[in-house]
């Protein structure tokens, strides 16, 4: 932050406005403030502070303080500060809360605290004032403008004074800061966010892991407990247990099976004794079955022989079969082209007729030709008719046109009158209505003013009843107060008496006589205290209540404060009651007046402009004569137009009368000869189609005489081949034996020969097998017993029941084995994750610890960050202390005191070269601590310019402090001092210093010089010594 222009006006000993330019000063790099002691050199760095955060250099002071003394009373008090900031350039204004003249009456008012920022980036310095502030960032609000600056800046008021202003008296506060108030500081100057959220969210992280690990134990331990086990071993010994209960059960399932198995060989044995019994029996019935079928089978192997026999005649009979139908084929031929030459032979005929009837229309086709001739003629008079027609309607068209615009302009000229004789009356009347609107409103206006009149003397009536009910409740206030005060200072004198009675009591039993009192000093205790000492606590009761007296104290100020000020602003309403002028009438009487004026006003209706309507008067009687003079062209023009419309009726009418009443029109014309022409056409085409039909019809006779010839001798052959069939079928059925009667039965069974041949042969060959069967059945059985199966079905049963019950019971007895070896085996996977989550997870909670502060430092990440940062701002402090020092001091952080053991925190110590040894900074001298402070801030202020892109600390400000360090010959650390200042202003830094210190002002003597004057203080340029 660079300043550029300081305004204050009305601000501390500067009565009127000041103006302090700093451009020359910050091209010097180096500049002082000067001047008599209390002129208001400090002054002028506490309005750059209050001008940017509204607050003083001084803490305690109150800004309501900031006025000056010697101002007018109607002057404000205001302070404005232009400033760079970067490549930006910025104005803010400010004024304090104060008190001002009324603008009406006599008396003072309040104004409140009001702020105002602008960006004036781009104008010139010169052309800002109340005209031209810039672009508004924020306004009026003070607070928003103090959040604003904060957030330009990078740091707060507190801030601002510790590390770019050293305040008089107050330059070594941030050398000797401790660690929790120098860790505030450089938090907001250093952006290390990212490493508290680090540390926080390491921390959630840690307590996530450390949540996950004891869930996963009390699992574990949970999962134990509802399958009934106390501990694992419990769960071990349930797995033997139950591995023993597998063994015997395997045992009886063993025997179960052998019983079972010798049940299920003796039911097998018995079943296929029983089987060689049952299959006798089938057999027997199936050869009987099979001999009941015989007599059938026998009469089927007959039918089988005739149908064989009538076979072999079949494929005689399809050739006679096809003869016939052939030979129906042919007659029928010869029957369909008999049919087709009567068809030919009229067809002949025809086409001889129509070939002579269309040589016959030549004639015709002659006269068609001559009428084309004669239309040729007649077309080219129609359209000579055409256009004369044409021309007609035009003139016609003409003559419409001009007499319509000869109606509308008689008609635009009847309107025009009565517009105008509207208009001038309506002047007339409206001349008469605006004189009375005008004495109407005067009067609304001067009722409208003793309302107002009213209605003031009404709120300011209101004002002073509200002031004294404000004055009654602070009366009562003030003396529920005044009890509170008067209780608690007499329980405070009460507690104190109580206190020093059980003191006294207590240091009574101390003395010793001829031994000195512990108090006074006497070795005589002529009247000792004498009693028992209270119980414990009065301290405590005395403490308690001289806060409580203390408060109530303050309270009762406040509420005698509360009271003069509700009694003062009583008066002010009073007074400005008083200054009240009073209506004439009553508030009933000018608000019925109120009422019928607007009423009447509202009657006659909204304002008319008769200078408006005059001139519209005008226009109209000019429009009126511009209308006749229209009428007369346009009656002019409907004569002509009517008269050239006759002249083209009358040609026209001529032409047309010469033609045929028919052909008196193009479209007639036009039919005409489409239809002369369409004749001709079918009149050629008529002869072209005779021709071709009859010699079209003379080549269909001739061919169908030849096809009928044709179709006879097939005929003929068709019956010699169905005769020759007819005997070969007879001969065939002679041969097989068979007539026709019997061969037609046996054509019903040629479809199913085969498969009744098969029947046959199957019949058969199953007998003689059903034979054969039986028999060795019948063998097989000779010598043997038919066995009861029931009792070994039921011993083969009972033995199953017993197996399967011995099976299941050693599937529960293994299953409980393998549901134990799986439970102990998921135990011991999660036992395993358990470990590998606490092995994965113990590097993120030993980090989270160290970023948390549980390290050998009790340090967390967010200040082992700033303390890395403080260690290059002692380092670049250093580097300036060296010059200042000579080399015998250099500043360290510390080791703190912490339960027990040492920790390095952010506190500073000075190693003393000379010694060996450091020491605390408060040891050090005024000189000493001078220059340390400010090595140490302009350390600070190089540091942060260096990490952080949006603090700037352009401009130190020092106020006082020279007068504690020595000379000796320009050799002294005055001189150091001054040197690294003003090698430090070398690059855009400035530094501005206030000092009484002849050397100094002799060493920069640009700068500023503040002169203290009976009516107030002023600041002078100070471009050398003067």
Avoid at 332 to 351: F, H, N, P, W, Y
Avoid at 630 to 641: L, Q
Avoid at 840 to 853: E, F, Q, Y
């Amino acid at each position: 932050m660079r300043p550029i222009r300081l305004s204050l006006q009305a601000f501390g000993p500067f009565a009127a406005k000041e103006v302090v330019d700093f451009r020359f000063a910050l091209e010097s790099g180096l500049f002082g403030v000067y001047g008599q002691t209390g002129a208001g050199k400090s002054t002028l760095f506490s309005a750059i502070s209050f001008a940017l955060f509204g607050e003083p250099t001084k803490a305690e002071q109150e800004p309501r303080s900031l006025r000056s003394d010697h101002a007018a009373a109607d002057l404000p008090t205001e302070v404005e500060l232009v400033f760079e900031l970067g490549a930006k350039t910025y104005l803010i204004r400010r004024r304090p809360a104060q008190e001002r003249p009324k603008a009406r009456g006599e008396g003072m008012t309040a104004d409140a605290a009001e702020a105002s920022l602008f960006d004036v980036t781009g104008i010139a310095l010169d052309a800002l004032g109340s005209g031209q502030s810039g672009r508004v960032i924020a306004e009026r609000k003070v607070s928003v403008v103090g959040q604003e600056i904060e957030k330009l800046l990078g740091y707060g008021a507190d801030h601002f004074r510790q590390i770019v202003l050293l305040p008089q008296g107050k330059f070594e506060t941030f050398l000797a800061a401790k660690t929790d108030a120098r860790v505030e500081i450089l938090r907001e100057l250093f952006d290390v966010k990212v490493y508290r959220d680090l540390a926080a969210r390491l921390k959630e992280e840690a307590a996530q892991a450390e949540r996950n690990l004891r869930e996963q134990r009390a699992l574990y331990i949970v999962r134990l407990q509802e399958r009934g086990f106390e501990s694992i071993e419990a769960l071990e010994l349930a797995m033997e247990g139950a591995a023993a209960q597998v063994g015997e059960r395997q045992q009886a399932q063993g025997i179960a099976d052998a019983a079972a198995e010798a049940a299920r060989q003796a039911l097998t044995k018995g079943e296929q004794v029983e089987k060689a019994f049952a299959a006798v029996d089938a057999a027997r019935q199936a050869l009987d079955s099979l001999e009941t079928k015989t007599v059938e089978i026998d009469a089927l192997a007959k039918r089988v022989e005739t149908t064989g026999n009538a076979l072999q005649a079949r494929d005689i009979e399809t050739a006679w079969q096809e003869a016939e139908r052939d030979l129906r084929d042919a007659a029928k031929a010869v029957t369909g082209t008999e049919t087709d030459l009567g068809t030919a032979i009229q067809a002949r005929q025809d086409s001889e007729r129509d070939l002579a009837e269309a040589k016959a229309g030549d004639g015709k086709r002659q006269a068609v030709q001559a009428d084309l001739t004669r239309l040729e003629e007649i077309e080219q008079r129609v359209g000579q008719a055409a256009l004369l027609k044409a021309l007609f309607e035009d003139a016609a068209k003409e003559e419409g046109r001009a007499k319509r615009a000869l109606a509308e302009t008689e008609r635009a000229h009847e309107t025009l009158q009565s517009r105008r004789d509207a208009t001038d009356t309506g002047l007339e009347q409206a001349r008469k209505t605006e004189a009375s609107r005008g004495k109407l409103t005067s009067d609304l206006a001067e009722v409208d003013r003793e309302l107002s009149k009213s209605g003031a003397l009404t709120r300011a009536e209101q004002a002073v009843s509200e002031a004294e009910e404000n004055v009654e409740a602070a009366s009562d206030a003030l003396a529920a107060k005044t009890k509170t005060a008067e209780a608690a200072e007499l329980a405070l004198t009460e507690a104190e008496a109580r206190l020093t009675r059980t003191q006294a009591i207590i240091l009574a039993e101390k003395l010793t006589e001829g031994a000195p009192c512990p108090v006074c000093g006497s070795p005589d205790h002529p009247a000792p205290a004498e009693g028992t000492p209270e119980q414990s606590g009065l301290t405590e009761v005395f403490r308690q209540a001289q806060a409580d007296a203390r408060a109530e104290s303050e309270a009762h100020i406040r509420a005698e404060s509360a009271l003069g000020h509700c009694l003062t602003r009583l008066d002010e309403r009073k007074r400005a009651l008083s200054e009240q002028d009073r209506p004439a009438r009553s508030v009933a009487s000018l608000e019925t007046d109120k009422l019928r004026l607007e009423g009447e006003l509202a009657a006659i209706g909204d304002t008319v402009d008769i200078d408006a309507m005059a001139e519209r008067l005008d226009r109209l009687k000019q429009d009126l004569r511009d209308a006749e003079a229209a009428a007369a062209t346009a009656r002019t023009r409907a004569g002509r137009a009517e008269t050239a419309s006759a002249t083209a009726r009358a040609k026209h009418e001529a032409v047309v009368g010469s033609l045929p009443e028919e052909l008196r029109s193009p479209e007639a014309v036009a039919a005409r000869r489409d239809l002369l022409l369409s004749t001709r056409k079918q009149l050629s085409e008529a002869l072209d189609r005779a021709e071709q039909g009859d010699r079209k019809a003379s080549e269909v006779l001739t061919r169908t005489q030849e096809q009928l010839e044709a179709a006879r001798r097939a005929s003929e052959t068709q019956l010699r081949r169905a005769e020759k069939a007819r005997n070969d079928f007879t001969a065939r059925l002679e041969e097989v034996g068979l007539d026709e009667a019997t061969y037609a039965a046996c054509k019903v069974h040629f479809p199913t020969l085969v498969e009744d041949r098969e029947t046959v042969r199957a019949h058969r060959e199953k007998l003689i097998a059903a034979q054969t069967t039986w028999q060795d059945a019948a063998v097989a059985c000779a010598e043997r017993e038919r066995p009861d199966l029931a009792p070994l079905e039921q011993t083969q049963e009972s033995t199953a029941h017993a197996v399967k019950a011995a099976n299941i019971a050693l599937a529960e007895a293994q299953t409980d084995v393998d549901a134990l070896m799986h439970f102990k085996r998921s135990l011991a996977e999660a036992l395993a994750r358990t470990e590998e989550l606490e092995a994965k997870t113990g590097p993120l909670r030993g980090l989270a610890d160290l970023a948390n502060g549980k390290n050998e430092l009790s340090m967390t990440l967010e200040t082992f960050a700033i303390a890395a940062m403080f260690d290059q701002v002692l380092e670049a402090a250093n580097l300036r202390l060296d010059l200042m020092m000579r080399g015998r001091y250099r500043l360290e952080r510390g080791v703190e005191a912490s339960g027990g053991r040492g920790k390095r925190g952010l506190e500073i110590e000075v190693f003393d070269v000379n010694t060996g040894k450091a020491r605390p900074t408060a040891t050090l001298s005024g000189g000493e601590t001078f220059i340390s402070a400010l090595a140490l801030a302009l350390g600070l202020a190089d540091v942060v310019e260096s990490l952080s892109g949006k603090i700037r600390m352009d401009t130190i400000f020092i106020d006082e402090g020279f007068g504690s360090l020595d000379t000796e010959n320009g050799a002294g650390t005055l001189d150091q001092v001054l040197q690294v200042l003003a090698a430090l202003t070398k690059g855009s830094r400035a530094v501005g210093l206030i000092s009484h210190v002849g050397l100094v002002q002799e060493a920069i003597p640009q700068g500023f010089y503040v002169r203290s004057t009976p009516g107030g203080s002023k600041v002078e340029e100070r471009r050398g010594l003067s």
